[in-house]
């Protein structure tokens, strides 16, 4: 039986409000996987997901990224909302770190075994999460944008690393996908990358329906990504 509880936690001068997910039929503790959100902010697209992930027998949690009760309502506030994170790239980061150290003091976590997914806005998120150099051991990447954050981080990236992407998003290009794969080895990060031919941006929300701004639900690419990340979580939770 999936159980799905608000979780509230503070730090960096603000309250944040995400949801936990975990199979109560289970016992024990299990692997962590963190949701982050759409530039939306946490809403019941993360808290699906998260169900999903407790599915597969993972302790999920949504984030919270904005700050509790702060969600928009419209694409004109969300753009408000990821703009006011995107001028700060350090106070998002630490923002990510507060959650994954939060979730690991949950009595069902295995801290040993910690994971991370996004989606577009949430996508920069986990790479930013992953760029850190934290010991995570996996990240992956829907859709996202792959903008370097520009702290002057070095080391090795010590997550491995999957990346979602549709060759036709007008948020990441070609050209972007290929820096980011330099970028990747360039700090020693063990990546892969599987891009999906005719698929633009957000292509795993029904509700994307823009092809006029590159921005279409594509029901082939939503499941062969999701399956790739299940197969991922395998490896990289076993091994």
């Known amino acids: 039986m999936i159980k799905t509880n608000k979780f509230s936690y503070q730090g960096t001068g603000h309250i944040f409000e995400g949801v936990i997910a975990h199979d109560a039929s289970l016992e024990g ?22 169900i999903e992930l407790a599915k597969l027998g993972y302790l999920a949690f949504a984030v919270d990224v904005y700050g509790k009760g702060k969600r928009a309502k419209n694409a004109e506030q969300a753009e408000e909302f990821m703009n006011e994170m995107l001028e700060n790239r350090q106070a998002l980061l630490d923002r990510l770190l507060l959650a994954f150290q939060e979730i690991k003091k949950h009595e069902l976590a295995d801290t040993d075994k910690t994971a991370i997914i996004g ?25 996202g944008i792959f903008d370097p954050p520009g702290l002057e981080q070095e080391g090795d990236i010590l997550s491995k690393i999957l990346v979602l992407h549709g060759w036709e998003d007008p948020l990441a290009f070609p050209k972007d996908i290929i820096s980011l794969g330099y970028e990747l080895t360039e700090r020693n990060a063990i990546w892969e990358m599987d891009v999906f031919g005719h698929t633009g941006h957000a292509f795993t929300n029904p509700n994307a329906n823009a ?29």
């Open 29 to 50: 503790k299990r692997p962590v996987v963190m949701v982050a959100h759409t530039w939306m902010g946490q809403s019941q697209f993360e808290t699906d997901k998260a």
């Open 211 to 239: 092809p006029d701004q590159g921005m279409m639900f594509n029901q082939l690419a939503n499941d062969r990504s999701w399956l790739r990340m299940t197969k991922f979580f395998e490896e990289v939770f076993v091994g």
């Open 119 to 143: 989606f577009c806005f949430g996508g920069k998120c986990a790479l930013d999460l992953a760029r850190s150099g934290i010991d995570i051991k996996g990240t992956v990447c829907f859709h």
